[in-house]
């Protein structure tokens, strides 16, 4: 029995230690312990001993089981944390991966310009208004004081559509943002304090001109609006755009027939090596035409100048962005080249405000 007993022991231990998993440890335990397991035979024949043998049997055969039991608690221990272990490898998340990659996708200069000049006049108070590319001749000529016959018309090389509208008059496509002043007006009550950005077209083709183009209309009618006022509005403008106050000026007189007086605004400049570079040179870049708003229009409109009056702009926004981010040649904005998209282009969800900054 005794050969027994350490026969069963040192097969038992190493049966547990090589049990590979809890289902093979528990077959063992059912084996050894269970009711007709190999340990509790062996415990049963210590009943058919001779008497004196019993006692130092039974002792045995107890620190036997108990043996059995802290082993097999052990390695079911063991077995647990191996198991733990290879289930959170598995479950393991590595939060030091960097994160998605950032967008592809470039805003067009002409888009982030457009934005940052409408943060700035909407800051102003000034609301967005809309109207259509393509126009009839009362919005974008007659109702602006320029008539039929109005050396105006030539002046700016309009594109005519072969389609008329209902009257049978010329459609056209708008050779400025001007008409949203009339629509404007027309559609509702003084006072008005407006911004209307979209795109223009003109017959024109060079370094500065291309044959579309985009402006931001400016209209503020109120009682007694001056030429200060103008000024004002416009010097402020500019130096909130170039982020700088030591931005040089000047207003030139100008004409227009929808505006008296009339002003052309021009900002200083130096070109040189395919570079155009804001500040004080020897180059003026004109970037708006202005002027206090013509009584002719006002009454088109059914305003009385004598109570309302107010001033107007028409902004170039591609100016404006080539002069901002030092692009000489407005042509390539409307080639479509990648390559210069993800140079002079702008990342995406960066909003330009006047709080948070307009370009980054
Ligand atoms: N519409 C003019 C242009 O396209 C600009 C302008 C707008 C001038 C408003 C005066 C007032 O050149």
Not at 171 to 192: C, D, E, N, Y
Not at 235 to 242: E, S, T
Request: glycine share 10%.
């Amino acid at each position: 029995m005794e050969q027994e007993r350490e026969r069963l022991e040192a097969e038992l231990l190493a049966a547990i230690a090589a049990a590979g998993d809890l289902r093979g440890l528990e077959e063992i335990r059912v084996r050894a312990l269970g009711r007709k397991g190999e340990v509790t035979a062996l415990a049963k024949a210590v009943g058919r001993l001779p008497v004196e043998q019993r006692r130092a049997a039974g002792r045995a055969i107890n620190a036997l089981k108990r043996n059995i039991e802290e082993a097999i608690t052990r390695r079911r221990e063991e077995l647990e944390r191996i198991e733990l272990e290879r289930r959170l490898a598995g479950e393991r998340i590595d939060v030091s991966l960097p994160p998605r990659p950032r967008p592809e996708g470039r805003v067009h200069p002409v888009s982030q310009v457009t934005e940052e000049i409408v943060a700035i006049l909407a800051d102003m108070g000034f609301a967005v208004a809309e109207g259509p590319d393509v126009e009839d001749d009362f919005h974008n000529f007659t109702a602006l004081n320029i008539p039929p016959e109005h050396p105006a018309r030539q002046m700016q090389d309009t594109f005519f559509l072969e389609a008329e509208d209902e009257k049978g008059g010329p459609l056209l496509l708008r050779t400025h943002t001007s008409p949203v002043q009339i629509r404007t007006m027309l559609a509702g009550k003084p006072p008005f304090r407006i911004i209307a950005p979209g795109r223009v077209y003109r017959r024109d083709y060079d370094m500065t001109h291309t044959p579309m183009f985009h402006q931001v209309e400016g209209l503020l009618i109120d009682r007694r609006t001056h030429m200060g006022h103008l000024k004002g509005c416009l010097i402020d403008f500019v130096r909130a755009f170039f982020e700088r106050d030591d931005i040089p000026v000047r207003f030139r007189p100008s004409f227009f027939p929808f505006t008296e007086p009339s002003a052309e605004m021009d900002v200083g400049c130096r070109r040189g090596e395919g570079q155009l570079v804001v500040g004080a040179g020897d180059d003026w870049l004109e970037i708006l035409g202005c002027g206090m708003v013509h009584p002719a229009v006002l009454r088109e409109v059914g305003l009385d100048p004598d109570v309302w009056q107010g001033f107007a702009f028409g902004l170039g926004i591609d100016r404006l962005a080539m002069l901002k981010y030092g692009i000489p040649d407005l042509r390539t904005f409307f080639e479509g080249d990648l390559r210069w998209l993800r140079h002079y282009g702008f990342v995406p969800l960066d909003l330009p405000t006047t709080y948070g900054g307009l370009s980054r």
